[in-house]
């Protein structure tokens, strides 16, 4: 199982903070030794948190990772995948820090490509297979057992913070989380990969795929390239060629879907209309667009697809309604790739992660926003009654967060939380658990 932080797409852009400051700025803004805010109410009493008559989400203790001696890390979670009860965290920016009794020191920056963290919160680094600063955009998926499928950009760096990176190779890894087995350069394209909006990495039948919209000229982006292995031989596919502005891509018991985003030419006037496209197992031809939203007058955005429980696609995507509100809907893939069941999530523009599946539930984590601007976590389950609020806890990082399975029974959630120096880090990486029960 598989769940990368909350930047897909747009929000996924290295180093940015969903209205927060910029955790790769932090240096340039305040230096490491100006004082910042931890909330320090952010382990009350672990309880229970009841949100339906029959499930349970308790909330653990948030544990800062550590690594071993007196060192802590800090990774932007761009990628978070889950083997067991480990959980790959991995991204750029990283920040590694030596704790003494009360000072903590920058030691190394963009230095490793993630860690990997057990059950009680202890990691262990994951060294970079190229030049830590040239890694970007990292997507991971549960490769076998100890193992992780790795993507990256390798690109010069940025001009200036907020830039897509100027991607000169794409990269495919297989990590044990301290040697890479496997590593090899993806075959190259035509046009300028635009990986900042690639899909999640996933596992098909036949090896791993992934979604990556391309530019060519001045077009925002002019198609998506799918990227899938087989046999151990990756090929290239040209898929939903137009103005693309989003693509995610899942596997259900028929074989892969993609979302993708773009006008309706057929319309008078379409921004953003949803469409489906589905290449079924052991074909090598994707089939035609099934348009499952049309977007006049309520443009579609951030669409996810995600495997989750029962062979089924779950389906979550924003609408901006004519009031300028906006809606997060979820819903599942049906039959002839149309949209069923789709409830309104939240009424928040803060975006859900991609669902996962814990045994035999499918779960949604997404970040819930108050009117009283204070923020709250939240845990769905889906079900044929809509989505079921878990839990509702206090929202504890400052930015970019991600989750993944733990087990079969728990959800771990990691993120960034700020310290105050120099006691503290200036931000290192927190996990929280979330232990789930039905009955």
Known sequence: MSAHSQMQRSRRAVGRLQDRVSIAALPLLFGWGVASTVPRS??????????????????????????????????????????????????????????????????????????????????????????????????????????????????????????????????????????????????????????????????????????????????????????????????????APGIVTYASLATDSIGLVLAAVYPDTSLRADHNSLWFYRLPIGARTWGPPVRAIVGEGRPVHHPLLSSVANHTIAVTWQVRIPTKAIETRVGVLGEGMTLRDSSILTRTRELPLPAMRVRDLSILVAERRLQDSTSTLGIWRMSNRGPELMADAPFPFQGVFGAAPIGNTSVGVVGPVMGTPPRDPVVSLYIQRFDLKCW
């Open 42 to 239: 952010l382990n009350p009493q672990a309880r229970p948190v009841l949100r339906n008559d029959s499930c349970v989400a308790s909330r653990g203790v948030l544990r800062p990772v550590k690594l071993t001696g007196d060192r802590r890390i800090f990774v932007e979670p761009e990628a978070v995948a889950s083997n067991g009860s480990l959980i790959l965290v991995a991204g750029q920016p990283t920040y590694l820090w030596s704790v003494k009794a009360s000072y903590a020191s920058l030691v190394g920056r963009d230095t490793v490509l993630g860690v990997i963290i057990d059950s009680v919160a202890n990691a262990t680094i994951i060294p970079a297979p190229i030049g830590a600063k040239r890694v970007q955009t990292v997507r991971a998926v549960a490769g076998g057992a100890g193992r992780w499928a790795v993507t990256f950009a390798e690109a010069e760096p940025r001009a200036k913070l907020g830039d897509d990176p100027r991607v000169v190779a794409y990269w495919f890894g297989i990590t044990d989380g301290t040697r890479w087995l496997r590593l090899e350069k993806l075959p190259p394209v035509d046009g300028e990969l635009q990986t900042s909006s690639a899909s999640s990495l996933i596992q098909t039948s036949e090896g791993f795929a992934i979604a990556v919209p391309v530019r060519r000229g001045t077009a925002a982006a002019s198609a998506i390239e799918i990227f899938a292995e087989h046999a151990g031989r990756w090929t290239t596919t040209e898929v």
